[in-house]
């Protein structure tokens, strides 16, 4: 039985929120009854969590070349870092659900992503297309690192996600850069100082 899209939707929405405890009546108000704290930032759907950290909202590619750099301080052992940037978050989004959701639903891949299942059923293989995107490179030579980033548009990436059940997305565990048309290297405009 395959699930339409707003079935498939509501049900993967539920899967992401806690359920909620009902307390006894007359009962006192506990740590788990009481309002959540309200967060200074947006809520982001936690199977994004990891590629937020691959995208910069800017339309620069400086910006985005300063953002890629910087994602290595937090991965010392990283030799490339690719950000995904001149397109919104919810089209990015938008585009890798839809893209499981057609496979879900046996309809064939149209737009700009297309996703696969794994042949166990425990991994999303997702191939978003018509980006634009910075990939920083990191050598090291003499002991010293050396970076070089590449600016690319209408490029391709690849994303691994979990997948739930064998038909529902998890979490996005990895990304990394296809092919695309070379623009230009971008130099930094804080570039490190030695």
Request: charged share 15%; with cysteine.
């Amino acid at each position: 039985m395959a699930l339409n899209t707003l079935e498939l939707l509501l049900l993967l929405l539920g899967l992401s929120r806690p359920s909620p405890s009902t307390p006894r009546p007359g009962a006192a108000p506990t740590a788990t009854t009481l309002p959540a704290a309200k967060s200074q930032e947006p809520p982001m759907p936690n199977q994004f969590e990891f590629l937020d950290k691959h995208y910069d909202p800017t339309d620069i590619p400086e910006v985005a070349a300063q953002t890629a750099y910087e994602r290595f301080g937090n991965y010392p052992n990283a030799h490339t870092s690719t950000v995904i940037f001149n397109v919104t978050w919810s089209a990015l989004t938008d585009a890798i659900s839809r893209a499981v959701l057609t496979y879900v639903n046996g309809g064939v891949a149209s737009g700009s992503a297309a996703a696969t299942l794994s042949a166990d059923g425990r991994q999303w293989n997702i191939v978003l297309t018509g980006l634009q995107y910075v990939n920083a490179t990191r050598t090291v030579v003499q002991g010293r690192s050396e970076y070089s980033i590449a600016e690319y548009n209408n490029g391709c990436v690849f994303v691994n996600a979990e997948a739930i059940g064998g038909q529902l997305l998890g979490e996005v565990v990895h990304l990394s850069n296809g092919f695309g048309t070379w623009v230009q290297d971008v130099k930094l405009k804080n570039p490190p100082a030695f």
